[in-house]
């Protein structure tokens, strides 16, 4: 037997799940890397996997299989990027027990993520989100569950994630309406919801009926819907929308653009904290400048800037924050000026008389 077999089921049940407590999806992420890895080695060496050493995985056949993703299999260069953070991690697991192959360890480990463009994220004006919101065919049951559905991720801007493991225990319209959803790195948050959303989710609750565990937003058979079902019910919905709404046609409405939606709205109505209710750690990160319309750059600079009216503060000779000054002097300590000695030579003659 190789020492990259026990190696890597150590890998998953010590390091993963005893060590680290990785969720289910982190560990589902990191056997499919390890899975596709381990067939393109199969396919490159001849040998099984059960074989397979660490010389087998060296820095060449790990950048052949990076390669491979992209062109092959048609991924992107994130998805890349997170199937070597993935091997990564493995081989650094491996440094520590198998010191014989750190030379192969170290070429693996030194293998850099690719770079790629950011582009920036859509948003849905006004008009666009009452056009998504009216796609949905209310008469029948598929379009009530998705009319609550589409109103909820924008009013709340929830992860698809999120969205889709919500039952119906997380869910309060009583005083001080809410939902609470755990997000990223398990952490819990209540969201609020508004009237509108309020109303329409106590409709679909009493046509929904069912358990505290069941599913907020079940499929016809009952189960939870899945991520890429959603992402498929958001496509259906844009194009029925796109023909009262032109603008639709020249934008890709993802479940993401549904959560950045929801961080423009907070933006224009003044919203000034650093992490918003939909979960999101940084207003710069959610919301960038060059996708702001002027309309809302400057409702949010009326908002956040202070006062400039009311009385001036005493000179103190330190700087304050109540009052904005573009006078230097206002920040220095006034001190006496002081006449310096003139030069002997400069000083003026004394012309006496006898």
Not at 239 to 255: F, G, M, N
Request: glycine share 6%.
């Amino acid at each position: 037997m190789s020492a990259l077999a026990p190696t890597l089921q150590a890998f998953f049940t010590d390091r993963l799940i005893c060590q680290r407590n990785a969720s289910p999806r982190t560990v589902a992420a990191y056997r499919d890397t390890m899975r596709l890895l381990l067939g393109f080695a199969q396919q490159k060496t001849g040998k099984q996997p059960c074989q397979l050493d660490f010389h087998d995985l060296d820095a060449p056949l790990i950048g052949s299989f990076l390669e491979h993703l992209e062109r092959e299999r048609g991924n992107t260069v994130r998805t890349r990027n997170a199937r070597l953070a993935a091997i990564h991690s493995l081989f650094r697991y491996a440094a520590l027990r198998h010191p014989e192959h750190t030379e192969t360890i170290a070429r693996v480990i030194e293998i850099p993520p690719k770079r790629h463009d950011r582009k920036l994220v859509c948003y849905l004006d006004q008009q666009e989100i009452k056009a998504l919101l009216a796609a949905p065919d209310r008469s029948s049951w598929l379009g009530r569950r998705d009319h609550a559905l589409l109103l909820l991720a924008i009013q709340t801007g929830l992860r698809v994630t999120e969205l889709t493991g919500l039952r119906l225990a997380d869910l309060s319209l009583s005083t001080g309406a809410h939902v609470r959803v755990t997000g990223k790195s398990r952490k819990e948050r209540c969201v609020t919801l508004t009237g509108e959303t309020v109303a329409v989710l106590e409709q679909w609750l009493r046509e929904r009926g069912g358990r505290d565990e069941n599913p907020l937003f079940p499929t016809r058979r009952g189960g939870p819907l899945t991520p890429k079902a959603v992402a498929w019910l958001i496509d259906k919905h844009t194009t029925t929308a796109a023909c009262r709404c032109p603008s639709l046609q020249r934008k890709r409405v993802t479940p993401h653009v549904l959560r950045h939606t929801n961080a423009m709205l907070l933006r224009t109505q003044g919203a000034t904290s650093s992490r918003s209710p939909s979960g999101s750690a940084t207003r710069a990160r959610s919301r960038p400048k060059s996708t702001c319309t002027p309309t809302t750059r400057s409702s949010s600079k009326q908002s956040t800037a202070p006062p400039l009216s009311g009385p001036r503060p005493a000179n103190t000779g330190h700087p304050t924050r109540s009052w904005r000054s573009w006078k230097r002097s206002d920040y220095q300590q006034q001190q006496p000026r002081q006449h310096r000695k003139q030069h002997p030579s400069r000083q003026p003659l004394q012309i006496t008389r006898n």
